[in-house]
């Protein structure tokens, strides 16, 4: 909920495009904390509650460049099996003069792939750093990590 208060106050209550990829409500959905008039599109692997689009594959996106203000990702990509692919996609479709793109991944989650298999992956401290270092390396030179931490278990 922080993280749509502090870009609602940021974009002086502009209207947003907002991708999250992950959508489907699991344990609890992240488009009721998004402000209503801000438009949301929900995408997943597969059909249900908070899925607006199934993607045919995790990888690749049917959006265009820099078609979103925001993508985010909450405690998805520990299911994916070449995350850094996905990371890549995201920023694709992520506004390049402006967007931001927001994970939420695990450190010291224990396994669950009994809900969601995969269960692959968890990210420590120095995490944000590998992303941002694989975004410039990938050749999108304009991002700027913000914040990167792990939360104590």
């Known amino acids: ?42 995408a997943d692997l597969s059909p249900g509650t908070g899925v607006d689009i199934v993607l045919d594959d995790p990888y690749v ?16 990509l520990e ?16 506004r390049p003069d402006g967007g931001y793109v927001f994970l939420l991944a695990p450190s010291h989650m ?5 809900l969601v298999p995969p269960d692959s992956w968890r990210f420590l401290r120095d995490a944000g750093g590998s992303f941002s270092r694989w975004a410039h390396r990938s050749g999108y030179t304009d991002l700027r990590l913000l914040q990167s931490f792990v939360s104590k278990a």
């Not at 996106?61 to 998805?76: C, I, N």
């Not at 299911?79 to 992520?94: I, N, P, Q, S």
């Open 79 to 94: 299911h994916m099996d070449l995350f850094w692919l996905a990371f890549l996609e995201m920023l694709r479709v992520t």
């Open 110 to 114: 224990s396994d669950h792939g009994h």
């Open 61 to 76: 996106y049917p959006f265009l460049d820099g078609a979103f203000d925001l993508v985010f990702s909450s405690s998805t």
């Open 1 to 42: 909920a922080e993280l749509f208060k502090w870009l609602y106050e940021l974009s002086n209550g502009a209207q947003l495009k907002v991708l999250e990829l992950g959508s489907a409500d699991v344990n609890g959905a992240c488009r009721s904390y998004v402000p209503p008039a801000w438009d949301y599109v929900g």
